[in-house]
């Protein structure tokens, strides 16, 4: 499902809306451009005394996991985002394998994957047969009560279709899920196709996963995600840990 197509809008539409993504985020549809007014991101800095790289998160450094959200879109409280993400295979049309990001500025699939604010970009489209693997830091994903890992996806026309699976068991057990019945927690965002085109609005979807349904006991980690697409090409905007809550 490519953004980049003229029924997902046009550059010049006199309709440009101000959208408020549920994350706390303005996004101006005309300009791409964002203020954030929610809480503290994840990003990382450098510290002006030692020159250190610094992660301005709050929290236990002992255990990994901050104490309060790094980030929340709508009903969810995000805890974590991945330190590191790869897209593993040939796109369907490498034209068009490109970054969304609500300003038409290149950016990496690790950039696109990791830090807040998490709607701000992605990648599309995801194309069966490719795998997006995302490293999330020791402790910041765990099986608890409910779910624990949320997938963003930007719903221009169709469903999208994920599969699911962690390296805890070198990526055996899977778990299907699609945006037919998901959350959505933002409306209308205005996204470029780097370099291609935009931007194009889009509403984005929240889909729940339960580590447990990977068969993972209470309390056990996860540090390397595996994300894949069952249909014509998906566009993930995320991945992040809900744990703990």
């Known amino acids: 499902m490519l953004l980049a197509l003229p029924l997902f809008g046009c550059p010049g539409d006199d309709s440009t809306p101000m959208t408020t993504a549920s994350n706390g985020t303005d996004t101006n549809a005309s300009t791409g451009s964002a203020t954030t007014v929610g809480p503290s991101t994840g990003s990382i800095g450098t510290d002006d005394d030692t020159g250190e790289d610094q992660t301005s998160l709050d929290g236990d450094e002992s255990s990994g996991a901050p104490a309060e959200p790094v980030e929340v879109i709508g009903p969810y409280s995000i805890f974590a985002t991945p330190t590191a993400g790869t897209i593993v295979g040939e796109p369907d049309d490498p034209a068009v394998f490109l970054p969304l990001h609500i300003v038409d500025v290149p950016i990496s699939i690790s950039e696109a994957f990791s ?123 995320g991945v992040v840990s809900l744990s703990p809550r």
């Open 115 to 237: 830090g807040t604010p998490v709607l701000d970009d992605g990648w599309s489209p995801l194309s069966i047969g490719q795998q997006l693997n995302l490293e999330f830091a020791p402790g910041t994903l765990t099986n608890v009560d409910g779910p624990d890992l949320l997938l963003f996806s930007s719903y221009p026309a169709d469903v999208d279709e994920y599969t699911l699976s962690v390296g805890n068991d070198d990526f055996s057990a899977t778990v299907d899920v699609d945006d037919a019945t998901a959350t959505t927690v933002a409306t209308k965002v205005q996204y470029f196709l780097v370099g291609y085109g935009g931007p194009y609005p889009t509403d984005v979807l929240a889909l729940e996963i339960d580590l447990a349904e990977l068969g993972l006991g209470a309390g056990e980690e996860v540090t390397s995600v595996r994300v894949q697409c069952r249909n014509d090409g998906c566009d993930p905007l």
